[in-house]
T-cell receptor
């Protein structure tokens, strides 16, 4: 079983729609969760972090965390073509190493 | 400006040669990491270092070596023992300690071995 799982996509949404990206993880003790955006050929850039159950909003982005279900999601409201990228879910391990484990990413395509 | 500098951006080598990728940071971060990314894949951890003169293997350390002689620098050597070295290599750093500290990435080095 993979430690962090994401649907590879592509997820295709029309401009202005809500894009919903999902991620599950296996380390029940994990406390820190991150969403990175990666454009083709570029390095990942941090868009959201979340540590507590519930929702966390930042502009058009909302991260949702459910530790009981070991599930974290990212919602992008009013999607723009510039949001087209691969979104990587990352989970910090609960051991003392605090390694960051990445999912394989979901490719999002926003159609004009 | 504070950040992480990886060099070179593109690197071409012949099979059988060792090659060293540079990573320097001026963020005063204690922890540094090397990840590898293959096309259409996520990031896989090669090595990480939480403090100077100490480093640990990640999930795919075979065929790679690192050193951490200075806080600012964490070079990665891809040896001839690495069976499939062609990939995008990403260096990252973070504040050590707080579990909620994110990773900051350099711009990456794309290595092609023929």
């Amino acid at each position: 079983q993979k430690e962090v799982e994401q649907n590879s996509g592509p997820l295709s949404v029309p401009e202005g729609a809500i894009a919903s990206l999902n991620c599950t993880y296996s380390d029940r003790g994990s406390q820190s969760f991150f969403w990175y955006r990666q454009y083709s050929g570029k390095s990942p850039e941090l868009i959201m972090s979340i540590y507590s159950n519930g929702d966390k909003e930042d502009g058009r982005f909302t991260a949702q965390l459910n530790k009981a279900s070991q599930y974290v999601s990212l919602l992008i409201r009013d999607s723009q073509p510039s949001d087209s990228a691969t979104y990587l879910c990352a989970v910090k391990t609960s051991d003392s190493s605090y390694k960051l484990i990445f999912g394989s990413g979901t490719r999002l395509l926003v159609r004009p | 400006d504070g950040g992480i500098t990886q060099s070179p951006k593109y690197l071409f080598r012949k099979e059988g040669q060792n090659v060293t990728l540079s990573c320097e940071q001026n963020l005063n971060h204690d922890a540094m990491y090397w990840y590898r990314q293959d096309p259409g894949q996520g990031l896989r951890l090669i090595y990480y270092s939480q403090i100077v003169n100490d480093f640990q293997k990640g999930d795919i350390a075979e065929g790679y070596s690192v050193s951490r002689e200075k806080k600012e620098s964490f070079p990665l050597t891809v040896t001839s023992a690495q069976k499939n070295p062609t990939a995008f290599y990403l260096c990252a750093s973070s504040i050590q300690g707080p579990p909620n500290s994110p990773l900051h990435f350099g711009n990456g080095t794309r290595l092609t071995v023929t």
